[in-house]
């Protein structure tokens, strides 16, 4: 192998946005090179193992990318992608059963599916839920010249058009829980969506994202059904692995970049670690460098001071991180888990061949108790001291499979679906990094007694395995992973479109020319959404004209060109 070596693009991180960027762009034509620095590529798209036929995700583990561009344009079916439908029927949950607070099962109310439809691009003619989520997240940011109002926000003008009584001026002030007030009647649902907001994407209780907030949980029940891909996300970036590689892009697993290299002004390639399983050293780069891991790695540790105006150093450092991490629980039983007697209605909801009990919040009671947790988490930021009774929790349906899969079943015992607790990112524990993982059985214990509030089963002599994913845990295996949610940064009114995080970022470029940012705590919200800061990405990338793609690209209609540069519009 040569000393050096020299490509079209370099990709930095070969996370779900990097390797879909990869795809893209090798797509194109061009040639790539992602350089990653663990043993295995795919970030949080990642399944273990922690006993022989027992599969399960300590994070990326919901579908929330089924509007995304990238399936048809990627051609991902062609590469092994496939789904794996369950049979959760979101009506019967959320309109028949109704939801679990610490009283029981409050019933449904008519105005809850009608104001659900209504918001949710449903209850229209001619239903618009694609075209509203892909207004929201699989579009890039206007240009800065463009002054960004009611008139030309994408989700704005399509509830203008498509749902007029839905659109309001003060629709991009709002909180979610504005919204579904002025929607929805029943407490314990608006609490319900407000939760799974703040583990999702955009909290429900913040200020001027009530659509972003309100649509994160969407993606999550009506496009996907509450559906994940054949084999996981990890199944799913299979397929963007294997798309990529196919159209050309070299990957180099083992490959540590220690500084991205500037010269005049201009990125030009990577250094990579002495211990780098790579005999190049040095990786230049023709076109563009991409640095597809968080914005504190790429801009304190990956470039060196001198190329960076200090104040723009110290605006990086004083990035907010309010996204909240995740505590994740997946138990291994002699007996399967059973809702307790008065919630004995959701067993109606469970998916799978013993009925798993999953998606639902709780308690859902009111956004007091959420109040409560919120202030437990982004306020005091330590340990969980909520009184275990009144912890909120998720119980996704991740380990509901296909019964010829093997991730749903052990011969001896059975799989629990996994819970999901807010708890604060480890960089703003008020107690160290380290804090939560001191505490961890402790901890399990804590969180085995808040699930015992509505479920059977949780007794000691009945658990043969508790495996818990800690926020440090999931940062240590994923690196990129900052803030614990895909919205990573603070994003609410003033870091929204052209401000998000800094304006300098705001459309994927960055002070440095050829150096583009690709990561869920930077640019136009959506990271969660699979493939869409890739997608939104090309824009840019066509515009600076790295990237020429044919006839299978099409942009979002809601994009608008910056002047003077490359229009990403195909030409008739």
């Known amino acids: 192998m040569?000393?050096?070596?020299?490509?079209?693009?370099?990709?930095?991180?070969?996370?779900?946005?990097?390797?879909?960027?990869?795809?893209?762009?090798?797509?194109?034509?061009?040639?790539?090179?992602?350089?990653?620095?663990?043993?295995?590529?795919?970030?949080?798209?990642?399944?273990?193992?922690?006993?022989?036929?027992?599969?399960?995700?300590?994070?990326?583990?919901?579908?929330?990318?089924?509007?995304?561009?990238?399936?048809e344009q990627l051609e991902l079916w062609k590469y092994g992608f496939r789904m794996s439908w369950t049979p959760f029927d979101l009506i019967k949950s959320m309109g028949g059963v109704g939801q679990p607070?610490?009283?029981?099962?409050?019933?449904?109310?008519?105005?809850?599916?009608?104001?659900?439809?209504?918001?949710?691009?449903?209850?229209?003619?001619?239903?618009?839920?694609?075209?509203?989520?892909?207004?929201?997240?699989?579009?890039?940011?206007?240009?800065?010249?463009?002054?960004?109002?009611?008139?030309?926000?994408?989700?704005?003008?399509v509830y203008k058009e498509r749902q007029p009584d839905v659109w309001t001026p003060e629709l991009r002030e709002w909180t979610m829980f504005d919204l579904v007030d002025e929607h929805l009647h029943s407490e314990s649902v608006k609490t319900m969506l407000a939760f799974a907001a703040w583990a999702s994407g955009a909290a429900g209780h913040w200020e001027g994202v009530a659509v972003p907030s309100y649509l994160s949980v969407v993606l999550l029940l009506l496009p996907g059904k509450m559906s994940i891909p054949r084999g996981g996300l990890h199944g799913y970036f299979h397929a963007i692995h294997r798309a990529a590689v196919a159209h050309g892009t070299v990957v180099r697993t083992c490959c540590p970049v220690d500084e991205i290299l500037i010269q005049d002004g201009r990125a030009v390639g990577v250094r990579l670690r002495e211990t780098a399983a790579s005999g190049a050293k040095k990786i230049w780069a023709n076109k563009a460098v991409i640095a597809a891991v968080d914005y504190k790695q790429t801009f304190l540790k990956l470039i060196s001071k001198e190329h960076l105006d200090s104040g723009f150093i110290q605006r990086i450092k004083d990035i907010s991180l309010k996204g909240g991490s995740l505590y994740v629980s997946t138990l291994h039983t002699r007996k399967p888990l059973r809702w307790r007697d008065k919630f004995r209605a959701m067993d109606e909801t469970g998916i799978g061949p013993n009925k798993t009990p999953c998606g639902a919040v709780y308690p859902s009671d009111s956004r007091q108790i959420y109040y409560e947790n919120v202030m437990d988490v982004d306020g005091r930021k330590g340990n969980p001291s909520i009184?275990?009774?009144?912890?909120?929790?998720?119980?996704?349906?991740?380990?509901?499979?296909?019964?010829?899969?093997?991730?749903?079943?052990?011969?001896?015992?059975?799989?629990?679906?996994?819970?999901?607790?807010?708890?604060?990112?480890?960089?703003?524990?008020?107690?160290?990094?380290?804090?939560?993982?001191?505490?961890?059985?402790?901890?399990?214990?804590?969180?085995?007694?808040?699930?015992?509030?509505?479920?059977?089963?949780?007794?000691?002599?009945?658990?043969?395995?508790?495996?818990?994913?800690?926020?440090?845990?999931?940062?240590?295996?994923?690196?990129?992973?900052?803030?614990?949610?895909?919205?990573?940064?603070?994003?609410?009114?003033?870091?929204?479109?052209?401000?998000?995080?800094?304006?300098?970022l705001a459309r994927y470029r960055t002070p440095i020319d050829g150096l583009y940012h690709c990561h869920q705590t930077s640019g136009h919200p959506g990271a969660l959404c699979l493939m869409a800061i890739p997608y939104n990405l090309m824009h840019i990338l066509i515009e600076d004209g790295v990237a020429q793609p044919g006839k299978w690209w099409y942009p979002s209609p809601w994009y608008i060109p910056q002047q003077g540069k490359i229009s990403a519009i195909p030409p008739k």
């Open 2 to 71: 040569s000393k050096d070596e020299r490509y079209d693009v370099v990709i930095v991180g070969g996370g779900h946005n990097g390797m879909t960027t990869a795809a893209y762009l090798s797509k194109c034509g061009l040639r790539v090179c992602v350089l990653e620095e663990r043993t295995e590529s795919g970030g949080p798209c990642e399944t273990v193992e922690p006993l022989a036929g027992v599969r399960i995700y300590p994070h990326a583990m919901l579908m929330y990318g089924a509007p995304a561009p990238g399936f």
């Open 101 to 157: 607070t610490s009283a029981g099962i409050e019933a449904p109310h008519p105005k809850d599916m009608e104001g659900f439809a209504k918001l949710s691009g449903l209850a229209s003619a001619t239903p618009f839920l694609q075209e509203l989520l892909r207004a929201t997240f699989w579009c890039p940011p206007h240009p800065p010249e463009v002054e960004v109002t009611d008139d030309n926000v994408p989700y704005m003008q």
């Open 387 to 504: 009184p275990p009774e009144r912890l909120m929790w998720f119980l996704t349906p991740s380990q509901a499979f296909d019964p010829t899969d093997c991730q749903g079943h052990h011969p001896k015992g059975y799989i629990s679906a996994a819970f999901e607790v807010n708890v604060p990112p480890p960089e703003y524990h008020v107690d160290g990094p380290e804090a939560i993982d001191k505490i961890k059985d402790k901890l399990n214990a804590y969180m085995r007694q808040a699930f015992s509030q509505a479920m059977e089963g949780m007794e000691d002599d009945n658990i043969i395995h508790h495996w818990a994913a800690t926020p440090y845990e999931a940062e240590f295996r994923h690196s990129g992973l900052v803030g614990g949610t895909w919205c990573g940064t603070r994003h609410c009114r003033d870091q929204l479109w052209t401000q998000r995080p800094l304006p300098e």
